[in-house]
């Protein structure tokens, strides 16, 4: 089963730049028909997606957040990366990396999630 974990500290200042990791592990980001997603829930909110990154290494970002929003991939340890720059609290939020099957149209593994604060 594909697992994935995110990493990364849970206090940034504003102005800062988010960074995240996601290891995954029991399968290979190189897989040509998956989607390795950032998504985020703040507080009191509901789920946003942030972005994605496929296997030939092309992105796609969400409309609110492509301007700050930059996801890179590693291969060789596979994993996958989130940077959010410029962030203000409003980015305060819990962010998950997630992997979509584009074959089956779902989301098949979620990581657990990790709080990112954004204060000063």
């Known amino acids: 089963q594909v697992q994935l974990q995110e990493s990364g500290p849970g206090l940034v200042k504003p102005s800062q730049t988010l960074s995240l990791t996601c290891t995954v592990s029991?399968?290979?980001?190189?897989?040509?028909?998956?989607?390795w997603s950032w998504i985020r829930q703040p507080p009191g909110k509901g789920l946003e997606w942030v972005g994605s990154?496929?296997?030939?290494?092309?992105?796609d970002y969400g409309p609110s957040l492509k301007s700050r929003t930059s996801i890179s991939c590693d291969t060789s340890k596979n994993q996958f990366t989130l940077q959010l720059r410029s962030v203000t609290p409003e980015d305060t939020a819990v962010y998950y990396c997630?992997?979509?099957?584009?074959?089956?149209?779902?989301?098949?593994?979620w990581g657990q999630g990790t709080q990112v604060t954004v204060s000063s």
């Open positions: 997630a992997r979509r099957d584009s074959r089956l149209g779902s989301w098949t593994s």
């Open positions: 029991g399968g290979s980001i190189t897989t040509n028909y998956i989607y």
């Open positions: 990154i496929v296997y030939d290494g092309s992105t």
